[in-house]
């Protein structure tokens, strides 16, 4: 049943036109906003902290801003989910795709860095309707819903790994010249290295230079933005990241941090804010969140 009415509510939204989701989105996110407090909180304690310069009334902005986004995001994931490889083609822009084609061309191995803004589904879908790839994904805990989320992702070229940690066959993969597409960015709990991310020592997966290392790949930052006037989803391709890997996972972690922190300054209301992305502390420091 729970299966039946996500499809039911993703199949309608998909069908809206991307420029209704926007003004959906944005008339429907300052309720959410206020509809959620223990999110708002947490959004809001991750802005002031990574932004201390901002002021109280800029934070609510942007914590509003955020919310408006999750609510788009969530709809450009209906898109995803059910539209055609043209129709999603048509709402795509694309910017330096060359960092990423060129390599294809030359038979490197790719592993595309991913941080989590609010339309990472779209791009995510998008990629696969264009290319073999392979992503890493946390499966749901009803094995249904993984089902039926596992099916609407690979009904193109992609295929999905199990997070859980790093594993022969997603090397293999990336070895045989499939790409990567790899979200690493999210609290890593005791898995993890701390390393700095706006200035805040954050538990930080340290895969993401092993598995460069273990598979020979360039690493190739991206992400997808929905346009001011909300018509377009714009994609962005990034330089490679430069000395990566370094072998050294707090330095490899830490140069990774970096790289998201620039991508955070295209659209910082797009990134994934409402997550708990400071939960795990060093040792001896007090919760983050109270």
Same mark, same amino acid.
């Given at each position: 049943?729970?299966?039946?009415?996500?499809?039911?509510?993703?199949?309608?939204?998909?069908?809206?036109?991307?420029?209704?989701?926007?003004?959906?989105?944005?008339?429907?996110?300052?309720?959410?906003?206020?509809?959620?407090?223990?999110?708002?909180?947490?959004?809001?304690?991750?802005?002031?902290?990574?932004?201390?310069?901002?002021?109280?009334?800029?934070?609510?902005?942007?914590?509003?801003?955020?919310?408006?986004?999750?609510?788009?995001?969530?709809?450009?994931?209906?898109?995803?989910?059910?539209?055609?490889?043209?129709?999603?083609?048509?709402?795509?822009?694309?910017?330096?795709?060359?960092?990423?084609?060129?390599?294809?061309?030359?038979?490197?191995?790719?592993?595309?860095?991913?941080?989590?803004?609010?339309?990472?589904?779209?791009?995510?879908?998008?990629?696969?309707?264009?290319?073999?790839?392979?992503?890493?994904?946390?499966?749901?805990?009803?094995?249904?819903?993984?089902?039926?989320?596992?099916?609407?992702?690979?009904?193109?070229?992609?295929?999905?790994?199990?997070?859980?940690?790093?594993?022969?066959?997603?090397?293999?993969?990336?070895?045989?010249?499939?790409?990567?597409?790899?979200?690493?960015?999210?609290?890593?709990?005791?898995?993890?290295?701390?390393?700095?991310?706006?200035?805040?020592?954050? !538990? $930080?997966?340290?895969?993401? #230079? @092993?598995?460069? =290392?273990?598979?020979?790949? &360039?690493?190739?930052?991206?992400? !997808? $933005?929905?346009?001011?006037? #909300? @018509?377009?989803? =714009?994609?962005?391709?990034? &330089?490679?990241?430069?000395?990566?890997? $370094?072998?050294?996972?707090?330095?490899?972690?830490?140069?990774?941090?970096?790289?998201?922190?620039?991508?955070?300054?295209?659209?910082?209301?797009?990134?994934?804010?409402?997550?708990?992305?400071?939960?795990?502390?060093?040792?001896?420091?007090?919760?983050?969140?109270?």
């Amino acid at each position: 049943m729970k299966v039946f009415f996500i499809a039911l509510i993703t199949r309608g939204l998909s069908l809206l036109p991307l420029s209704a989701c926007f003004i959906l989105g944005k008339l429907l996110g300052p309720l959410v906003y206020w509809s959620l407090p223990s999110r708002r909180n947490i959004t809001e304690r991750n802005i002031s902290a990574c932004f201390p310069e901002r002021s109280d009334q800029e934070v609510k902005q942007l914590s509003r801003a955020h919310f408006q986004h999750m609510l788009i995001g969530i709809m450009t994931l209906s898109i995803a989910w059910w539209a055609s490889a043209r129709r999603i083609e048509k709402l795509v822009r694309v910017r330096n795709i060359k960092y990423l084609e060129s390599r294809m061309k030359r038979g490197e191995n790719i592993i595309l860095l991913a941080p989590h803004f609010t339309n990472l589904e779209i791009l995510g879908i998008w990629l696969f309707s264009r290319y073999r790839m392979t992503a890493v994904y946390k499966p749901n805990r009803d094995k249904r819903i993984d089902g039926f989320i596992r099916q609407r992702r690979c009904r193109f070229k992609g295929r999905l790994h199990k997070h859980t940690g790093i594993q022969r066959e997603l090397i293999k993969d990336m070895r045989q010249g499939i790409p990567l597409y790899y979200l690493p960015d999210q609290d890593s709990g005791n898995w993890g290295v701390f390393a700095p991310f706006f200035g805040i020592p954050t !538990a $930080t997966f340290g895969s993401l #230079g @092993r598995m460069a =290392e273990m598979a020979q790949a &360039v690493v190739i930052p991206c992400i !997808a $933005t929905i346009s001011e006037s #909300g @018509r377009r989803i =714009e994609v962005l391709f990034d &330089v490679q990241m430069q000395d990566f890997p $370094t072998g050294n996972r707090i330095e490899d972690a830490t140069s990774m941090n970096r790289v998201i922190e620039k991508l955070i300054d295209i659209a910082p209301e797009q990134y994934f804010w409402s997550h708990k992305k400071f939960k795990t502390r060093p040792e001896g420091e007090q919760p983050f969140y109270q």
